[in-house]
T-cell receptor, first 114, second 116 residues
């Protein structure tokens, strides 16, 4: 079955350390997205990528970095510059064949930084 | 700025009754798509229903329907015959296209509780 896999489900890090969240999809989707979810804040866009080797900043990109070297993979690095990294992170993807294609989401990674 | 506003942080409804979740949005775009997503306690995001802005007919998916008022920029979700499994966070969102890229903008969500 096709889908989006985020790993790990839970991640714990010490403050000052960089950490990379994995996102892999086998849906053959061109576009991939990273969202951050905080209580009462909804989903906020961090970075998105429409094609391989290209990505754009979303609304809250500061303190994060991404790469898109392969179509199926879009890892997110949370750097030590991110002031409040503890959150739930969701990866999503969609085809660009039709404009109204909905986003397919992974199951998320809960990151806790202490 | 592209924004989505869900004015009801929390709502509750009795099982089998009907509930309406409100959503308003702001965009200068003329061509966009609107979505409602559901996030149950498992935190998996699930598409509930979608609406194309250029279509006047309101979308319907089984017990879920929308009331789309383009001029008012309103996109409410009606859940009929509410079931316990409908308990979840509900997010309104719209997809915009800018400079060849598409992105989905979300509201802050409404927490819906269905009571037995």
């Amino acid at each position: 079955d096709g889908g989006i896999t985020q790993s790990p489900k839970y991640l714990f890090r010490k403050e000052g350390q960089n950490v990379t969240l994995s996102c892999e999809q086998n849906l053959n989707h061109d576009a991939m997205y990273w969202y951050r979810q905080d209580p009462g804040q909804g989903l906020r866009l961090i970075y998105y990528s429409q094609i391989v080797n290209d990505f754009q900043k979303g609304d809250i990109a500061e303190g994060y970095s991404v790469s898109r070297e392969k179509k199926e993979s879009f890892p997110l690095t949370v750097t030590s510059a991110q002031k409040n990294p503890t959150a739930f992170y969701l990866c999503a993807s969609t085809t660009r064949d039709t404009y109204n294609s909905p986003l397919h989401f992974g199951n998320g990674t809960r990151l806790t930084v202490t | 700025a592209q924004t989505v506003t869900q004015s009801q942080p929390e709502m509750s409804v009795q099982e089998a009754e009907t509930v309406t979740l409100s959503c308003t949005y702001d965009t200068s775009e003329n061509n966009y798509y609107l979505f409602w997503y559901k996030q149950p306690p498992s935190r998996q995001m699930i598409l509930v229903i979608r609406q194309e802005a250029y279509k006047q007919q309101n979308a319907t998916e089984n017990r879920f329907s929308v009331n789309f008022q383009k001029a008012a920029k309103s996109f409410s979700l009606k859940i009929s015959d509410s079931q316990l499994g409908d308990t979840a966070m509900y997010f309104c969102a719209f997809m915009i296209r800018q400079g060849g890229s598409e992105k989905l903008v979300f509201g802050k969500g409404t927490k819906l509780t269905v009571n037995p």
